[in-house]
């Protein structure tokens, strides 16, 4: 992946007492994040995440950090620390432990829950340290201590590490919350009393950098909510992520009043809430949950379903409705509640699936039209806020786009910080932490690793190429048969096109082209099968791009007979 910083080369040694800090996901990118922290040769990982492919990624299921980096040092990782739950930040876990079982994790009860679940999955039995806010952890030359902070899931952890080389406050993913529904506030007491002992870099969560203001409280979406329970004629259907204790909080407590029941549709959703509900996080009023089963038995006004697809996933719930590839029937009255903002590059993805409910005769209430979705990231005033009472010599933008980097960085230089102190880095690039000044010293190979069905690495960006070449310009197949005595053309050329719109008789016109060309290129004295095919190639490919307009996939095949 492409830096800012196109001249670096490998880093050099990192010098004695200093502190490197590696991003192998999370810069420039929205997801797949994970944080590498070295000195004395003992290196501690901060979350280890994914990122959901897009569009120009088909056939792609996740997409993982590169471990690379760290693959052949996995017996100097002291830990990953797990900030909080959701899986841009948990989500790549099995497939780092895979590679070596039990390195440590630690996070939250709620974080090691959700993991363990994951890890269930893939038969891995890891070894796990539950931490809260407030304590200490000595882990080899990290000493660590946790930070309560406030996001769209329970039990979010900001860490401080503390090391003989210099302090690092990560934030996590967090916001400012005055109001937030559990009660739990971003301990900024303890933010001051680090950056009185001293922050010499300061990893902030840039995703709504660019926001102006404060965040709205969660408690303040209650009432457009309540609302939507209130006027809806039928069913009520709620999208959101399967992590998303406190919005599904804000739902059970809304059907309750409403007197509607309430079913999660989907294996995650029900999983996730199955957990949080165990451990006490979610308070589900006695009798409102029901199978999804049992829902025809119900008259649709007393119904509510929770499900997943929020952000437009093809495979989840919400999609599937919308394309009529589910049991739950969306038609006329029904309500469509979509609680959750969007992800930067799924807005297509998302307009898709509102069209097609729509089209279905549903109302869709969503972030645009009503205030049912509040965001879980510190808008620009909590930043300035945050870097105000901690005054870090040091900053790096963690979390987000370019622009979202770009703007958190531009409100540490209006806090103060000196320009040279703040260090907008990309993935793969190495910073180094030296007698208390942050600087880019170098970059590591860190690409894209996607998990491509059951194979993990296996497709690379070729591979890819060639998909988004067979789903936008179709293909062409192209059989010749050579005699291999006289080296004219026996058979063929046998053409087959899939993926145009013209007739199949159109094709026929590049027949003389290619054997015009075939021809010559025996004249000529080759003979070589792979270097007929070449020629074939040629022949269809500047066809098909002057005839009719395409660059299509081109398979020639040649034998000799």
């Not at 109001?179 to 010499?200: N, S």
Request: net charge negative; charged share 25%; aromatic share 4%.
């Amino acid at each position: 992946m492409s830096h800012p910083h196109p001249e670096l080369t490998a880093p050099p040694v990192l010098p004695t007492g200093g502190l490197r800090v590696v991003a192998l996901g999370g810069l420039g990118e929205v997801g797949r994040n994970m944080t590498v922290l070295e000195t004395q040769g003992r290196l501690l990982v901060i979350d280890c995440g994914v990122l959901f492919p897009e569009d120009h990624h088909p056939g792609v299921d996740l997409i993982l950090p590169d471990f690379s980096y760290i693959e052949d040092r996995l017996d100097d990782v002291e830990a990953i620390v797990l900030t909080h739950g959701h899986e841009d930040h948990i989500g790549a876990v099995p497939y780092l432990l895979r590679l070596k079982g039990d390195i440590p994790l630690l996070g939250s009860q709620l974080t090691l829950a959700l993991v363990e679940a994951k890890l269930k999955e893939h038969r891995i039995r890891p070894f796990t340290m539950g931490v809260k806010e407030g304590q200490r952890e000595r882990l080899g030359v990290f000493d660590l201590e946790f930070v309560a902070v406030n996001h769209s899931i329970p039990d979010a952890l900001a860490v401080f590490v503390r090391t003989a080389a210099g302090t690092v406050l990560h934030t996590g993913d967090f916001k400012m919350d005055q109001l937030p529904l559990d009660g739990r506030l971003t301990d900024l007491r303890a933010f001051a009393r680090l950056g009185e002992e001293g922050v010499d870099l300061f990893l902030t969560d840039s995703t709504n950098a660019d926001v102006p203001g404060f965040t709205t409280p969660e408690i303040e979406i209650a009432p457009a909510i309540d609302h939507v329970f209130r006027h809806a004629e039928r069913r009520i259907i709620v999208a959101c992520f399967s992590s998303h204790v406190h919005r599904v909080q804000q739902v059970l407590t809304a059907a309750a009043k409403a007197g509607r029941k309430v079913a999660f549709v989907g294996r995650s959703m029900m999983r996730n809430m199955g957990i949080a509900a165990e451990l006490g996080y979610l308070h589900v009023p006695d009798g409102i949950l029901v199978d999804v089963k049992r829902l025809d038995s119900l008259p649709d006004d007393e119904v509510v379903l929770v499900a997943t697809g929020s952000q437009g996933e093809p495979m989840a719930a919400l999609a599937r409705m919308a394309n009529r590839d589910h049991r739950i029937d969306v038609g006329p009255g029904d309500t469509v509640l979509l609680a959750s903002s969007l992800i930067p590059g799924n807005e297509n993805a998302v307009f898709r699936v509102i069209n097609g409910l729509m089209r279905l005769g549903a109302t869709v209430v969503h972030r645009g039209n009503a205030r049912v979705h509040v965001s879980g990231h510190a808008s620009a005033g909590e930043l300035l806020y945050c870097y105000n009472i901690v005054k870090p010599r040091n900053v790096l933008p963690v979390h987000g786009e370019w622009r979202h980097m770009h703007a958190n960085a531009q409100l540490a230089l209006l806090s103060g910080v000196p320009e040279d102190h703040v260090v907008v880095a990309e993935d793969g690039v190495v910073v180094d932490l030296v007698d208390g000044k942050a600087a880019i010293t170098g970059v590591v190979d860190c690409g894209y690793v996607y998990v491509d069905g059951s194979n993990v690495g296996g497709a690379d960006e070729a591979l890819l190429k060639d998909r988004r070449i067979l789903r936008d310009e179709g293909f062409i197949t192209c059989v010749v048969v050579i005699d291999a005595a006289t080296g004219k053309i026996a058979s063929g050329p046998q053409i087959t096109a899939r993926g145009f719109a013209e007739d199949e008789e159109l094709f026929q016109q590049v027949i003389p082209r290619v054997e015009r060309a075939v021809e010559e290129a025996v004249a000529g004295g080759v003979r070589d099968d792979q270097q007929l095919q070449q020629v074939v190639r040629r022949a269809v490919g500047s066809w098909a791009g002057g005839k009719i307009r395409r660059r299509p996939m081109i398979i020639p095949v040649v034998l000799q007979a």
